[in-house]
C-alpha cells in the first residue's frame, strides 16, 4: 500500500487548508483511515479517523469543530479540512491505514504515507 499525502503549507493563525492522502495497492473501501500529526520534539498525535464503513468520523478533542475528515472511496482518497488553523496546530501530517484495535493509537496503523508539513503562523 502506498499513500501520497499532500495540500500541507504556511498559512497565518485562523486561515484553512485542506489535505489530501491517495492511497493505492489496496481495496480502499475495505480499511479505516486515520490521520495524525507530529509537532517538533513531540510524539505522534491523533487527529481523526474514519471507518470504512462511511460512519461519523471520530476526532480528537483538539481539533473537533475546527476541522472535518472525509473520505472518497471512487478516488481511493481521504481529505482533511482544516479551518480556523492555530499555531498551535503546527505538525507534519500523515494519513495511514488502520489494522486492528484503537483508532485513537498510532500502533493500530500498519501502512503510513510520508507526511505533509503544516505551519501556522501567529
Known amino acids: 500500500v502506498q499513500l501520497q499525502a499532500s495540500g500541507g503549507g504556511l498559512v497565518q493563525a485562523g486561515g484553512s487548508l485542506r489535505l489530501s492522502c491517495a492511497a493505492s495497492?489496496?481495496?480502499?473501501?475495505?480499511?479505516?483511515m486515520g490521520w495524525f500529526r507530529q509537532a517538533p520534539g513531540k510524539e505522534r498525535e491523533f487527529v481523526v479517523a474514519l471507518n470504512r464503513s462511511g460512519g461519523t468520523p471520530y476526532y480528537a478533542d483538539s481539533v473537533k469543530g475546527r476541522f472535518t475528515a472525509s473520505r472518497d472511496d471512487a478516488k481511493n482518497t481521504v481529505y482533511l479540512e482544516m479551518r480556523s488553523l492555530k499555531p498551535e496546530d503546527t505538525a507534519v501530517y500523515y494519513c495511514?491505514?488502520?489494522?486492528?484495535?484503537?483508532?485513537?493509537?498510532?500502533?493500530?496503523?500498519?501502512?503510513w504515507g510520508q507526511g505533509t508539513l503544516v505551519t501556522v503562523s501567529s
Open positions: 495497492g489496496r481495496t480502499f473501501s475495505s480499511y479505516g
Open positions: 495511514a491505514v488502520h489494522s486492528s484495535g484503537s483508532y485513537s493509537y498510532p500502533t493500530s496503523y500498519d501502512y
